[in-house]
């Protein structure tokens, strides 16, 4: 495990890191009551195995980080998912594109992998907030190893922009925000045909995408 990784646990186990986690793992669970389907992915871990997964309604639930681990099911980049299009039902990036080297990306690898009217759960930072603050006094990032902070704002114009239908933002703890957006796709294709379409299932993972012709 990197130092930055570790630093991040060590962070997230502490007096802050544990009320972030307990408070955004409440309005995780609200979020995900009505979130259904085959496959919910999270991309990047944050906090223990058992923080959201478990929460997810789906029949199957998987980790997905550039890095190996012991819960981690498929490593990829975030920016480049080695995952099916249109075959993931709902997909959680908590502060993923804080960490991320190109937010922009991957966010358009999620509209990709989403199905149809798929679920987006983004957990966040407010760009003008006490975490926003702390985290620039703070040597190396508060929390440990974070890139930026990205407001809820401009996160839904970026979302809208890629044609997801965005909620408001449910803001706590200084600052912190979730937002629920949904994958929209206005197509005439039967919906008998697209279950037909599914993406094959290996091991309880979506099937990886074929490599990309070099």
């Known amino acids: 495990m990197s130092s930055s990784r570790q630093d991040l646990d060590v962070w997230l186990a502490g007096p802050l890191g544990s009320r972030l986690l307990e408070q955004e793992r409440s ?3 609200a979020a995900l009551e009505c979130a259904f389907g ?9 906090g223990t195995p058992a923080s ?6 789906t029949r199957r639930q998987a980790l997905v980080d550039r890095k190996p681990g012991e819960a981690v099911a498929l490593v990829c980049e975030p920016e480049e998912l080695a995952l099916q299009s249109d075959s993931v039902d709902v997909m959680l990036l908590p502060h993923t594109l804080e960490f991320a080297r190109e937010p922009h ?4 690898e999620a ?24 985290s620039f006094f703070t040597r190396g990032g508060c ?11 401009r996160l839904s114009d970026w979302l809208k922009l890629l044609g997801f239908e965005v909620g408001g933002a449910q803001r706590f703890l200084y600052g912190a925000y979730l937002l629920h957006a949904r994958k929209r796709v206005y197509s005439m294709t039967p919906m008998r045909l697209r279950t037909r379409l599914r993406t094959a299932v290996i091991g309880g993972l979506v099937e990886p995408a074929a490599r990309r012709a070099s």
């Open 143 to 153: 929390p440990p190893g974070i890139r930026r902070t990205i407001g809820a704002r």
């Open 38 to 46: 085959l496959h919910c992915l999270q991309i990047g871990e944050w």
């Open 111 to 134: 509209g990709r992998v989403l199905t149809g009217e798929g679920e987006l759960l983004l957990l966040g930072f407010e760009r003008w907030s006490l975490w926003s603050l702390r």
């Open 105 to 108: 990306e991957v966010l358009r």
């Open 27 to 29: 309005v995780v669970a």
């Open 52 to 57: 959201f997964l478990p929460l997810a309604r």
